[in-house]
């Protein structure tokens, strides 16, 4: 990767990840292609174009992984719950994409087993029957009866490329997980895959885009506004600023499209936001007791929930609050409320309290509008690509509504196909096989013979990076070998990476996207003087700025959790 090859004694102001992707952003000038948003969607895009030689620039005012693509489930799922309202061309695509990423990504995306406890043979089996004709929005109970016939059905369209093994049901109670409550019927076991390190896959998408020998530059943390035929863009942390004229401009802003769209000079309504929240829990016997497995299981009312384990931490979710403002980032006491209720009551000899939360993400997926509305969870989860001409003078904008993680890849290959068109430009480089960069062999014994650092750290580094923990590795020597304070798994050196090679500028961009520091027992205080000291000798922002941030960060229930949510009832 070309972004992670300069000698890592050079200053990020003249050779680090910023500092390159300005030069590049000042040669480009007139790139074919603008992405705005650098979202999982945004981000795959680019990766196709970039392949395909075609370039590129794409910037977010915000950082990358943000917005709804930083606060997921962390699954790669076919969409099983989707059969019920008639979505088969996305779950066979989801189910698809799911295996390729498994194959294609596996030190990132792991085979995931979901374990769904049932207190119903029959009931609810009306109601969906119901759903699937179109003659109603209402979910109802999840029946056994009704789950095993979807499971053939999403099981068939897994079977094609890279298949998960056939579900599993189990109707004797002594063979049931333990603690399971007393009116569990049956419980059916499947499988789907786990993102461990979603922000991960798109730095390295990013970093795969940057190593092609065509134009490209990214950059997060840029102000933009139109100026007739042409975009100004500029830096927020510097002087710097562009006039761009691409040839097609792709609007994957997420919950903020149709906002983008109306400073693009356009007026569209393609989204309905629907805000979900996850809750990341600290409870060694809840832990212990899902033993690698996920539950999907009735809140009591009908409406599923997931629950999974993530590192040492159990993440629970989603709720889905329908909102039209795609700045709200507040979790509220009804929501925490919710989800503690519903997994207080998955295992009946287990509590789960608020204070065991140490953490909470939340996003707004950006689902698409439609005219017969209905309930957030009935609302459809497809994307479309949409095209839109503001101006006889200014470049087509094509907006990317909706989609899921799971089939970011599909829906980056079918935007760059129209590009590509608009271009009168062919396809040369299908990424439907290809290998992601941290998929390659890397052994721990390997990696300390090449750069001396300590066996437990090379694995470390290899579970955390897969093969890129050799661009990694040598942060994490001598000095860099040494552990934050109150963070022992997380070193010194990896801090630097990610502001010199992946763009961390913030606090929080360190926090949410490009560490786990938020999980685990919880973030400490003590450990956010560190990263601003590491940020300040980094980039030399103001010492002002970064100590505002460490306020922002202590007060923010988002990173801190129960710790503050006490004191403020919601966040």
Same mark, same amino acid.
């Given at each position: 990767m070309t972004t992670e090859t300069h000698p890592i004694t050079d200053p990020l102001r003249n050779h680090g990840f910023r500092a390159r992707n300005l030069r590049a952003l000042k040669a480009i000038e007139e790139p074919e292609v603008l992405i705005l948003g650098g979202g999982v969607n945004g981000v795959a895009t680019l990766r =196709?174009?970039?392949?395909?030689?075609?370039?590129?620039? $794409?910037? #977010?005012?915000? #950082?990358f992984c943000a917005g709804a693509s930083g606060a997921s489930s962390r699954m790669a799922h076919g969409g099983l719950r989707y059969l019920e309202g008639r979505e088969f061309r996305l779950v066979a695509e989801s189910a698809r994409e799911r295996n390729r990423l498994i194959a294609n990504a596996g030190h990132i995306v792991k085979p995931l087993k979901i374990t769904v406890p049932l207190s119903h043979w029959l009931t609810g089996l009306a109601r969906a029957g119901f759903r699937f004709l179109g003659l109603s929005k209402r979910s109802g109970p999840l029946s056994l009866v009704a789950l095993e016939g979807a499971? %053939?059905?999403y099981e068939a369209f897994g079977r094609r490329e890279h298949p998960l093994p056939d579900h599993e049901t189990l109707l004797k109670r002594d063979r049931f997980p333990h603690g399971l409550p007393a009116p569990t019927k049956a419980v059916v076991s499947y499988y789907d895959g786990q993102i461990t390190q979603p922000e991960g896959l798109i730095f390295e998408m990013l970093g795969e885009a940057l190593a092609q020998d065509c134009d490209v530059a990214v950059l997060n943390h840029m102000r933009w506004h139109r100026e007739q035929d042409h975009l100004v863009v500029q830096d927020l942390f510097g002087p710097e600023q562009f006039a761009l004229r691409p040839k097609v401009i792709v609007n994957a802003t997420g919950a903020w499209i149709d906002r983008t769209n109306a400073e693009l000079g356009g007026h569209t309504h393609y989204l309905r936001g629907i805000k979900g929240a996850h809750l990341v829990l600290d409870n060694a016997d809840l832990h212990r007791r899902m033993d690698g497995n996920a539950y999907y299981f009735d809140d009591g009312t009908g409406r599923m929930v997931i629950t999974l384990p993530v590192g040492d931490n159990v993440l629970v979710g989603t709720t889905e609050v329908e909102t039209k403002n795609p700045d709200d980032h507040a979790v509220s006491g009804d929501e925490m409320t919710y989800l503690l209720k519903a997994?207080?009551?998955?295992?009946?000899?287990?509590?789960? %309290?608020? #204070?065991?939360?140490?953490?909470?993400?939340?996003?707004?997926?950006? $689902?698409?509008?439609? =005219?017969?509305?209905?309930?957030?969870?009935?609302?459809?989860?497809?994307?479309?690509? =949409? =095209? #839109? %001409?503001?101006?006889?003078?200014?470049?087509?904008?094509?907006?990317?509504?909706?989609?899921?993680?799971?089939?970011? %890849?599909?829906?980056?290959?079918?935007?760059?196909?129209?590009?590509?068109?608009?271009?009168?430009?062919?396809?040369?480089?299908?990424t439907a096989a290809r290998a992601y960069p941290g998929a390659a062999p890397c052994e721990a014994q390997a990696l300390v013979r090449e750069t001396e650092i300590a066996p437990d750290l090379a694995q470390r580094l290899i579970d955390r990076y897969g093969a890129l923990a050799r661009n990694v590795a040598p942060y994490c020597t001598e000095d860099g070998a040494q552990a934050l304070r109150d963070a022992p798994d997380l070193c010194r050196g990896e801090i630097r990476y990610a502001i010199r090679e992946r763009g961390a500028l913030t606090l929080e961009d360190l926090i949410l996207r490009r560490t786990r520091l938020s999980f685990g027992h919880g973030l400490s205080p003590d450990t956010l003087p560190e990263l601003v000291a590491l940020l300040a000798e980094e980039t030399e922002r103001e010492s002002d700025q970064l100590s505002a941030e460490i306020d922002a960060v202590i007060t923010d229930p988002r990173l801190m959790g129960a710790r503050i949510i006490k004191e403020e009832g919601a966040a």
């Open positions: =196709e174009l970039s392949l395909n030689g075609v370039s590129c620039v $794409l910037i #977010d005012t915000g #950082d499971l %053939r059905i997994m207080d009551g998955l295992f009946s000899d287990i509590d789960v %309290r608020h #204070d065991q939360i140490v953490s909470m993400t939340t996003g707004i997926r950006p $689902l698409r509008r439609s =005219e017969g509305g209905g309930s957030a969870t009935s609302a459809a989860r497809d994307h479309a690509l =949409e =095209e #839109d %001409r503001f101006s006889a003078t200014f470049p087509p904008v094509l907006s990317l509504v909706g989609g899921k993680w799971t089939t970011f %890849r599909a829906f980056g290959e079918e935007t760059a196909d129209s590009v590509l068109a608009h271009l009168g430009r062919k396809r040369t480089v299908s």
